[in-house]
């Protein structure tokens, strides 16, 4: 690995928190900044098309930064539950929440104010949700079990390196 892309990793890893807050604070100004996690998720995709593994996850993901950075001291750091590692539950929940990303950009893309609001709402639950559950087990247990566009790239790069 070269040592531009390793000081690009580490910038993100010591500084992609403040991406991650401010996208929790600017769809509260003009909701249309909810947007900014399609665009994550997006992005997570993307890169798993055109590099190798799950590298936006691990190095530039603003929510992966963010909960490794506000729950490495405080979380309980018990181990992984089955249930969580169970591929029914995994990749049931990764089908619904893409299905649920879907259907909202088919039904509201006319209206960016109310798609950036869908946007921003499913990506407070699924926060919830993976806050508690990083405080309970590990910081990024979300990240590496239930997170939809995490879970797609993965596929998607177990795919490629199938060929």
């Avoid at 992609?16 to 947007?35: A, S």
């Avoid at 879907?102 to 806050?131: E, P, Q």
Wanted: hydrophobic fraction near 45%.
């Amino acid at each position: 690995m070269n040592k531009s892309l390793k000081l690009k990793k580490k910038f993100y890893n010591d500084y992609g928190w403040w991406i991650y807050i401010l996208m929790w604070i600017l769809p509260l100004v003009d909701i249309r900044f909810g947007l900014l996690w399609l665009l994550s998720m997006i992005l997570s995709i993307t890169f798993s098309l055109f590099s190798p593994g799950k590298l936006y996850c691990a190095y530039f993901c603003p929510r992966g930064s963010g909960f490794q950075k506000f729950l490495k001291n405080i979380s309980l750091n018990k181990p992984v539950p089955k249930f969580l590692k169970n591929k029914v539950i995994r990749y049931g929940f990764t089908a619904f929440l893409t299905i649920q990303v879907i259907r909202n950009v088919i039904t509201k893309s006319s209206d960016l104010n109310l798609l950036g609001g869908m946007i921003y709402r499913g990506f407070i639950w699924t926060s919830i949700l993976a806050l508690v559950l990083g405080f309970l087990y590990k910081p990024r247990v979300y990240c590496g079990q239930l997170c939809h566009a995490g879970n797609l790239a993965g596929f998607i790069s177990r795919f490629k390196s199938r060929k």
